[in-house]
């Protein structure tokens, strides 16, 4: 079966220290994979979604990047981070080209910067 | 621009009894549904799905109904039980969209006993 998890769970950094979030899945090859940032009051809002490697699409402008080095990880990074960065990331995966194809979300990153 | 919208923040239901979650959107391009259920500091949890060429979906307790002229979506949960107590988000896709989706803002639910 297949498993997303990604890491640190929690992290506090200061403002304008660097980012890095990873995301990695198993059991699947060629995943879509996806960084959704939960927003309070606004739901889930898709940032960075990427169809193979090296492939990245933004979907909003902001202070942070993806990148996707092997087919299974992807990673949200930042070189320096804002305060209005802090908040609840989460990397998903589906399988497939096209939409019908379920998102599964992994356990979540809180971000807080101070 | 919130194409996908859960005007209900919150809701209160008794143990054993309906819940009814609310959702309308925006976008008639969406053919796709998803309802997700989530815990705090947790990652959302696939519920239940609905394509736009069906008007409903059943999933043991949870039953997902779709109209489509008026753009609404709904999911029911019958019995209700304690462990329903989450937030709620519904979701939507456009066929060949790379499986990007648009969420509602949430619906919190509290089953009571």
């Known amino acids: 079966s297949q498993t997303i998890h990604q890491w640190p769970a929690t992290l506090v950094q200061p403002v304008g220290s660097p980012l890095s979030l990873e995301c990695t899945v198993e059991g699947t090859s060629n995943p879509n994979l996806y960084w959704y940032r939960q927003a309070a009051g606004r739901g889930l809002q898709l940032l960075f979604y990427?169809?193979?490697?090296?492939?990245i699409s933004s979907e909003v402008p902001q202070n942070l990047s993806a990148s996707r080095p092997q087919d299974r990880q992807f990673i949200l990074s930042s070189k320096k981070l804002l305060l209005s960065d802090s908040g609840f990331y989460l990397c998903?995966?589906?399988?497939?080209?096209?939409?019908?194809?379920?998102?599964?979300f992994g356990e979540g990153s809180w971000l807080t910067v101070v | 621009d919130q194409q996908v919208k859960q005007n209900s923040p919150s809701l209160s239901v008794q143990e054993g009894r309906i819940s009814i979650l609310n959702c309308d959107y925006t976008?008639?391009?969406?053919?796709?549904f998803l309802w997700y259920k989530k815990y705090p500091a947790e990652g959302p949890t696939f519920l239940i799905s609905?394509?736009?060429?069906?008007d409903k979906n059943e999933d043991g307790r949870f039953t997902v109904f779709l109209n489509k002229s008026a753009k609404h979506l709904s999911l029911h949960i019958v019995p209700s039980q304690p462990g329903d107590s989450a937030v709620y988000f519904c979701a939507a896709s456009v066929t060949d969209s790379w499986g990007k989706f648009q969420f509602g803002a949430g619906t919190q639910v509290v089953v009571t006993p």
């Open positions: 998903a995966w589906s399988q497939g080209a096209s939409s019908g194809n379920t998102i599964y």
């Open positions: 609905i394509s736009s060429i069906k």
């Open positions: 976008n008639s391009m969406f053919d796709y």
């Open positions: 990427s169809v193979g490697i090296g492939q």
